[in-house]
Structures are given as C-alpha cells and as structure tokens.
C-alpha cells in the first residue's frame, strides 16, 4: 500500500472532515461545533471515538455528512425533514409528498401552480361578493 492509498482510506479527524466538507467561517476557523451537532442529531454519523474521546471519521462518514450538508443547505431541508428521509429507505428523490419541512416550497409542479391559480380566483370571487354586497 502506497502513501496516497492510505491517506485516502486513513480515518480523519474531526478537524480534517470539517476542511474537507468546507466548514469554516469567514474568519478561518474551522466548524467543528456543527459535525458534532449533526451527530447528535443523525445516528447515520458514527465516527470512531478514541482515547481522549477524540472522534475519527471514516470516508463513508464524511459522505454521509456531506450528503446530510447538502439536503439541509442546499435543499432547504429542516433536521427533522433531513431525518425523515435518510430513516426512509424506500424514497427514490425528496420529491415524494412526504412532509420533509422543507422551507422553500416547489413550484415545478403544474398541479401545485393550478390549484394556488384557482385558489386565488376563490378568494377574488368571494371579496367580489363581499364588495358588492
């Protein structure tokens, strides 16, 4: 086994995982507070806990985190909607009508777009009604 094989499946400190997954603030510091947030949050994160109770990561760690990373910042998941979907394993896309909390809502539907249309024309109808006595 060379170097740069074992640099690649060694494991990784908590450090490492959150330069890897690009958690640092504006002022350089490194994130640290939020992979272990995360792992009381998701029990998919199982990191290796050594003496000190010094945590190391596998790369199917860092994957998971990053992946968890992506559904909530990217995606616009809540934790609980995050959680939802990694514990259901039959979900194909976060497209399912599951409720996952997801803070933006999809408009790509054409059937959401027609009936919030045809809400709208309710609501004037009624104020119509109202107006007109």
């Given at each position: ?90 979900l194909d896309s976060i497209d399912d009508p599951l409720d996952y909390g997801v803070y933006k ?29």
């Open positions: 086994m060379n170097d740069t094989s074992k640099k690649k499946t060694a494991y990784k400190t908590i450090g490492e995982a959150a330069k890897i997954l690009g958690l640092i603030d504006t002022n350089g510091h490194l994130q640290t507070h939020t992979i272990r947030y995360w792992q009381s949050q998701f029990k998919q994160i199982r990191p290796s806990i050594k003496a000190g109770n010094r945590r190391y990561y596998t790369n199917k760690d860092i994957e998971t985190i990053r992946h968890i990373q992506f559904l909530l910042k990217k995606k616009g998941l809540t934790i609980n909607g995050v959680k939802k979907m990694l514990n259901n394993k039959k809502p999809d408009f790509n539907s054409s059937k959401v777009i027609k009936d919030k249309i045809k809400n709208i024309l309710k609501i004037v109808k009624e104020i119509k009604k109202i107006k007109n006595g």
